[in-house]
Structures are given as C-alpha cells and as structure tokens.
C-alpha cells in the first residue's frame, strides 16, 4: 500500500511565522501535489511537483512556496503566515510513470494562524 | 480552466436507501473522472473512477455513470449502510505536461441514519 506521511496533523502558528509543511511518500511516485481543503470549497490545488526540482503551480499559488529537494519529499512553505491561510492541507502522490490518474493522499495537517 | 459543480452538498438517507451524488465539469477535454470518500480524520480515498470511453462502471453497491454530451456525472450508492457516511468529493482530470492535474467538487456531506 501506500503510504503518504505528513509531518505534523494539528500546528498552530503566529501571523508572520515562516511555516514548513512536510510531506513524504514510500512510493517512489514521480507526482505529489498540494491542496488547501476548506468548507465550502473543496479541495483546491496550491501547487504540484512531476519530478525532484519541478514545479508547477496549482489554481491558488499565492502566498505559497515549495520545495522538492528529493523524490519522496514535497514542502510547502507559507513564507508570512496570515490568518487566511488557517486551512487543512493536504498532500498527495500519483505514480505518473504507470499513467495512472488516482491520487493518494495523506491524512492532512490542520493548521490554525493567529 | 476546469470548473466542477458538486450537489448536494448535504445528503441525508436511510440505512438501505439510494444515494444520488451529481456533479458537472465544464471543459470538455477532461476525460478522467475519480470520486473520493474522506473519513473523519482522514484524507480522501478513490472509490471508483470512470474514463471517458465508458458511460458506466459498477463495483458492488456504488457506480458512476457519465454523459459526455451534458458534461455530467453521477455517483450512486445502493443499499446503503452507517459506513458509507462521510465527505464525498468527484473530480475531473486534465493532463497537463507530465501530471494529471485534478479539479475538485465541493464535496458532500452523507449521512446514513438509522
């Protein structure tokens, strides 16, 4: 199976905070992507990665970063945290070499910004 | 880009009773259409996924069917029971470069009642 980790599933943080959001997977899945979950609004994707050091922005990009230094990890960086980025974030893989579409998620960190 | 349109957002029915989730795209490129169950406390899950070469799919007690004219799709659970309560989310794929790129409904909340 498998396995998506995200490093943290409660954070909360402090307006103007540089937050880190790690994400890992164990397999070896060329895709991983960032979304924002909140009521209302379902998930939306802040950015993807299709390869170590590729990146391509998502649909709400703005106020967010991410790094992916190695293939199994996948960062998103909110460089000054605001409060309307209090959100539920989640990550996920694809194995984009199979041509399989379906996602993998993780189970989501739940972050609040004071 | 990609919109989709998700309704109900809620649902209410009883246990053994049908459930109708309907959800319509806009771009008639997409041709990859996943729906996802998230749990309490977790991330999303595929469930079923259909491809835009077939008008329906079934797996046990859910199916989906699609009509490409109308640029809808259906989610339809039969018989259902307490588990089946939770988030469900359809979404439409583009492929843009080397990933599919998902763009989510805004979700439905079910509930099976006793």
């Known amino acids: 199976d498998v396995k998506v980790t995200q490093s943290s599933r409660y954070l909360v943080k402090r307006t103007g905070e540089k937050v880190f959001l790690e994400c890992v997977q164990d397999m070896d899945h060329e895709n991983m992507f960032w979304y924002r979950q909140d009521p209302g609004l379902g998930l939306r994707l802040i950015y993807f990665s299709y390869d170590v050091k590729m990146k391509e922005k998502g649909d709400i990009p703005e106020g967010y970063s991410v790094s992916r230094e190695k293939k199994e990890r996948f960062s998103l960086i909110l460089e000054s945290a605001s409060t309307n980025q209090t959100s539920m974030y989640l990550c996920?893989?694809?194995?984009?070499?199979?041509?399989?579409?379906?996602?993998?998620f993780g189970p989501g960190t739940r972050l609040t910004v004071l | 880009g990609e919109n989709v349109e998700q309704h109900p957002s809620t649902l209410s029915v009883q246990e053994g009773d049908s459930a109708v989730i309907k959800c319509t795209y806009s771009?008639?490129?997409?041709?990859?259409f996943p729906w996802y169950k998230q749990e309490l406390g977790k991330g999303p899950q595929l469930i079923i996924d259909?491809?835009?070469?077939?008008g329906e799919k079934k797996d046990q007690r859910i199916a989906v069917t699609l009509n490409k004219t109308a640029k809808h799709f259906s989610l339809h659970i039969t018989e259902t029971q307490p588990e089946d309560s939770a988030v469900y989310f359809c979404a439409a794929s583009i492929r843009t470069g080397t990933a599919s790129k998902l763009t989510f409904g805004t979700g439905t909340r079910l509930q099976v009642t006793l």
């Open positions: 259909i491809r835009s070469n077939v």
């Open positions: 996920a893989t694809n194995d984009g070499a199979s041509g399989r579409a379906e996602q993998f």
């Open positions: 771009d008639s490129a997409s041709n990859y």
